[in-house]
């Protein structure tokens, strides 16, 4: 049995989708469906039951979590408050900290196999780099407190030696099907594609760093069905245990994506340039670019999805049916 926290989330409910598509249905998915619409990513998924966070979480302290007749094989921890703009830092540690270190020693002392997300978010500015090295770990500074939650339980599983154990991930710019019920949190694609679809056009944030013109900030984009590919690697790998960057390995322009969602929606490319709040312009990442050299020394061999095909993907079979993967 394998138990997927956050399941009913972006990543979260993509993984169950994926493990369907392998034949697998003994799953048992934990999340917090709350008052907002993620429930929707559930409906066209298998599993064999739902339980809400914290009802799981007592049922762990009590040693009463669901093991399913062969026991449990692995957690996907998913779960946590992925919200940069988030400011409540206790809550924070309270659901991204402290929750994911009761579940990583459940299911060590399970002999479960322990995969969690960490985030892109640790590395801060980039200026040390984005190289997933665990110790190089006390030398990165997150820029929010989000990347701040994810970078200490890193740095509690190192110092505790669990990280030759348990692997971690580190999601970069993650964009795909089931994230509707992320509101503003969602990628830039699903954003624009309600923009360009209202107005025909689509605003982008102004730059104001030498080297880099109007809508030339890079990220590392990946499409979802990659990333849990990725993920699963490490579920169908036990022996391969640290820290691990998850991302498609190339930096890509705002304007590249952009002119692939225009591209996808068969309308010229029409974008406005804004100007960057100033609240955020000394905490702007203006490149990411997750290294996968570790990744593929693990023995992953998948090839990400090319940008405009992942986009047009989306698009086409995703937003402008309003479907769910799956469905």
């Not at 093991?67 to 919200?83: D, F, P, Q």
């Not at 348990?166 to 509101?183: D, M, R, S, T, W």
């Not at 390995?249 to 340039?273: C, E, H, K, M």
């Not at 203006?286 to 047009?312: F, I, M, Q, S, W």
């Amino acid at each position: 049995m394998i138990i997927v926290t956050g399941g009913a989330g972006f990543i979260g409910s993509a993984l169950v989708w994926e493990l369907n598509r392998r034949g697998r249905e003994d799953i048992v998915v934990v999340d917090h469906l709350g008052c907002g619409d993620k429930w929707r990513n559930l409906v066209p998924l298998r599993f064999l039951d739902y339980l809400e966070k914290d009802d799981f979480l007592a049922l762990v302290r009590a040693g009463r979590a669901p093991a399913g007749e062969n026991g449990v094989e692995a957690i996907l921890h998913m779960g946590a408050c992925s919200a940069t703009t988030e400011l409540d830092a206790t809550y924070l540690v309270r659901n991204n900290y402290e929750y994911t270190k009761e579940l990583a020693l459940y299911a060590l002392q399970q002999g479960a196999r322990f995969v969690y997300a960490s985030s892109a978010a640790t590395y801060g500015d980039g200026a040390g780099g984005f190289v997933d090295d665990e110790t190089a770990l006390a030398t990165l500074r997150p820029l929010n407190i989000y990347g701040y939650s994810k970078q200490i339980f890193d740095l509690w599983a190192r110092q505790n030696g669990l990280l030759e154990r348990i692997a971690g991930l580190k999601f970069f710019n993650v964009f795909g099907p089931n994230e509707q019920h992320k509101g503003e949190m969602r990628s830039l694609v699903a954003k624009a594609y309600e923009q360009i679809v209202a107005t025909g056009r689509l605003g982008l944030f102004k730059s104001h760093r030498d080297g880099y013109a109007d809508g030339e900030q890079q990220r590392d984009f990946v499409y979802v069905k990659d990333a849990v590919a990725m993920a699963l690697h490490f579920l169908q790998h036990p022996g391969c245990n640290g820290l691990f960057n998850i991302g498609s390995g190339r930096a890509q322009t705002w304007n590249s994506l952009a002119r692939a969602i225009f591209v996808a929606l068969d309308r010229p490319v029409q974008i406005d340039y804004l100007e960057m709040p100033a609240a955020i312009r000394d905490k702007y990442q203006y490149y990411t670019c997750a290294d996968t050299a570790k990744l593929r020394a693990a023995g992953y061999v998948g090839e990400a999805t090319p940008l405009t095909e992942a986009v047009a993907d989306y698009v086409i079979n995703y937003l402008v049916p309003g479907k769910q993967l799956g469905a």
